[in-house]
C-alpha cells in the first residue's frame, strides 16, 4: 500500500522558516518525481515545487523560487521542502504527491488527476 506521511508544519511567524517531511512507503521512491502542492483557505489546489527521481531536476513555482527548497534522500525514502522566508501568503495546507513518472513536471494549474497518490497533508501557518 503506497504512503505518504507529511509532518513538520506549525506556526511560525512572518521572515521564519520550516522544513517539511514526506516520508514514502509501498512503492519504489527512487523511480518517481515528486511534488509540493499546497491548498490556502478558500482557494484551489496550487503547485509549489517538484523534482526527479534522482534528485538532480528541481522546479519551482514563482511564488517558492528564492525561497524554498526541494530536497529528497532517496536511502531514507523521504522528499523535503525547506521553506525560508516565509509570509502570511504561504499560509496552507501542504501535500507531498507522487508523480506517474520519474519527471520533475512543472504545473501551471492542479487538479486531483494529476498526481497517482497524495498525502494528507500538514498545517503551515504564518502569522504574528
Known amino acids: 500500500e503506497v504512503q505518504l506521511v507529511e509532518s513538520g508544519g506549525g506556526l511560525v511567524q512572518p521572515g521564519g522558516s520550516l522544513r517539511l517531511s514526506c516520508a514514502a512507503s509501498?512503492?519504489?521512491?527512487?523511480?518517481?518525481?515528486m511534488s509540493w502542492v499546497r491548498q490556502a483557505p478558500g482557494k484551489g489546489l496550487e503547485w509549489v515545487s517538484a523534482?526527479?527521481?534522482?534528485?538532480?531536476?528541481?522546479t519551482y513555482a514563482d511564488s517558492a523560487k528564492g525561497r524554498f527548497t526541494i530536497s529528497r534522500d532517496n536511502a531514507k525514502n523521504t522528499l523535503y521542502l525547506q521553506m525560508n522566508s516565509l509570509k502570511p501568503e504561504d499560509t496552507a495546507v501542504y501535500y507531498c504527491?507522487?508523480?506517474?513518472?520519474?519527471?520533475?513536471?512543472?504545473?501551471?494549474?492542479?487538479?486531483?488527476?494529476?498526481?497517482?497518490?497524495w498525502g494528507q497533508g500538514t498545517q503551515v501557518t504564518v502569522s504574528s
Open positions: 504527491a507522487k508523480e506517474s513518472g520519474p519527471y520533475a513536471v512543472a504545473r501551471a494549474a492542479v487538479d486531483l488527476n494529476n498526481y497517482d497518490y
Open positions: 523534482i526527479n527521481n534522482g534528485g538532480s531536476s528541481t
Open positions: 509501498g512503492f519504489t521512491f527512487s523511480s518517481y518525481g
